[in-house]
């Protein structure tokens, strides 16, 4: 995995390096194997995420060809306006 440095930027380089890090199941892994995982639990719980793959996969399939309606879009955040300024009164 490379990661270029530009203009002695270390900091977007690092946030690159944690997003490409992220995209590849890094930080998933490392969780996984910080304690022992038994063969059966392993198969198990591959077993579902090629499930969930494949579950996922065929929903937007169906989506695309209009088998499904598409999910609602969300609404963008909506700011409320600020409240106005109270006086305070004269003694």
Known sequence: ??????????????????????????FREMKQRRSYEKPSERKTREKSEAIRRARKLARKQAIREGLL?????????????????IKARPE
């Open 1 to 26: 995995m490379h990661v270029l440095v530009r203009d002695n930027n270390v900091e977007q380089a690092l946030r690159v390096l944690k997003k490409k890090m992220q995209r590849e199941g890094v």
């Open 69 to 85: 309606p598409a999910p609602p879009k969300k609404k963008p955040f909506e700011r409320k306006p600020p409240l106005p300024e």
